[in-house]
């Protein structure tokens, strides 16, 4: 088995350091583009990606997005989860779906685990009674 690369490992057979790789994967500023390029060139070349433990360590998202709906055979959730997810594919955000079958319990055990976990935004189609538990201050972004 091979072992996985660091990103002390792509900083160092990109010439640079792990700040400039991180910022590169962040997508933040401070980088040239030539930089940008030879590092993402490294990642690819390498099959790198950040490892999902590790910024759960430091509090980062994933870019997981998660969707509550009623049903998963209701044509009108359906079709909004069908408008929905182009876009979170192409900004890079990885989507998963629960369904709450009508259940006001199932929907509070679905925000229960949802709270423990590492997520960028969720959706929920949720009953009238739900909504009450669905913007805590300070929370993860939903709609």
Not at 51 to 58: C, G, K, N, P, T
Not at 103 to 112: F, I, Y
């Amino acid at each position: 088995m091979q072992n996985r690369l660091t990103i002390k490992d792509i900083a160092r057979l990109s010439g640079v350091g792990k700040s400039t790789v991180s910022r590169v994967l962040n997508n933040e500023s401070g980088v040239s583009e030539r930089t940008r390029e030879r590092v993402e060139a490294v990642m690819q070349q390498h099959g790198f990606s950040p490892s999902r433990s590790a910024r759960a360590m430091r509090g980062q998202s994933d870019k997981v997005v998660a969707i509550i709906v009623t049903r998963l055979d209701s044509l009108s959730e359906n079709l909004a989860v069908q408008t929905m997810l182009p876009a979170f594919y192409e900004q890079g955000y990885d989507p998963i779906m629960m369904e709450s079958q009508f259940s006001p319990a199932l929907v509070e055990e679905h925000l229960g685990m949802l709270a423990g976990a590492i997520l960028t935004a969720w959706c929920c189609s949720v009953l009238p009674a739900s909504t009450k538990r669905c913007s805590p201050p300070g929370a993860t972004p939903w709609c």
